[in-house]
């Protein structure tokens, strides 16, 4: 993959990056409906590091020679905010696009969504209740960046972003700008293709989300979620950036394709 940019004396990086020329020519479906208020820096070796490691899988715990024999639950609610339930057990990275896939219109966006690993609960912008598992992560990602653009973003941060001093920046930085109004049919400034997983454990996941562009070039955007208060959280880099960058792509090679669920 190779980057758009990167940072130089220029300070084209420094800018928010929608108003970076490179992406204004090249990316306009990422300004619409990738992290409109975040300013995107290309980070560095030292936030690298807290990203780094391999997919992994809870260690599995013998039950006491004993103990009666279950099934497995169904949804697990421990810690979870009332009314939500998930069932948790597929720790696996995904190799495919999950058999339930539906899509959700939100404005101008057509979001993947999954009855089985979330979001279960719909409250206005504000989509929740993700299973505590690779996909359920990815879809958090997917579905809370998209909101951070329009007139949701302020309630949708403060629901659903990682509390800390990224958050912090990221509210200081967008409430400086202004809020455009999105039009046009769902997709039709481009669309959400597939996803990769890059790290994963119970605690936080860092994953890539591709996009077709209106042009038909590819993009990808690299984001990380953590669970915080029962559920998937957006965690923003410490400068309040959403993503960990940006990047173009040739095409769809080496991503998990999003099915072509019915849209609601």
């Known amino acids: 993959m190779a980057s758009r940019g990167s940072r130089g004396s220029s300070g084209e990086w420094d800018k928010p990056f929608w108003l970076q020329r490179g992406w204004q020519i ?52 421990e810690g979870r905010p009332a009314g939500c339930s998930t069932d948790d057990r597929d720790q696996a990275v995904p190799s495919q696009s999950p058999a339930d896939l539906k899509w959700k219109v939100y404005q101008t966006d057509l979001l993947p969504v999954s009855p089985s ?47 800390g001093p990224g958050r912090d920046q990221f509210v200081a930085a967008r409430a400086k700008e202004a809020t455009s109004q999105r039009t046009g049919a769902p997709g039709s400034r481009g669309s959400y293709v597939g996803f990769r997983v890059l790290t994963f454990s119970k605690d936080q996941a860092t994953g890539m989300i591709l996009m077709r562009l209106a042009d038909g070039t590819y993009g990808v955007a690299t984001m990380s979620t953590v669970w915080e208060d029962g559920d998937w959280k ?13 990047t173009a792509v040739g095409g769809p090679d080496g991503f998990i394709l999003w099915g072509s669920g019915n849209a609601s």
Not at 37 to 58: F, K
Not at 134 to 140: F, H, I, S
Not at 234 to 246: A, F, H, K, M, N
């Open 26 to 77: 090249s990316a306009a479906f990422l300004l619409a409906m990738v992290l409109i208020g975040g300013y995107v820096a290309l980070i560095g070796d030292d936030d690298t590091e807290n990203n780094a490691g391999t997919p992994q899988s809870p260690a599995k715990t013998s039950a006491p020679a004993n103990a009666p024999s279950s099934p497995p639950a169904s949804g697990t609610t």
């Open 117 to 163: 690993a979330g979001p279960l609960k719909f409250d206005g912008a504000v989509w929740s209740c993700y299973a505590r598992t690779p996909l359920g992560a990815t879809l958090a990602m997917q579905a809370i960046s998209a909101k951070m653009g329009g007139a949701d973003w302020k309630t949708v941060s403060e629901k659903q972003m990682a509390k």
């Open 234 to 246: 957006l965690r923003p880099t410490l400068d309040g950036s959403v993503t960990e960058g940006l």
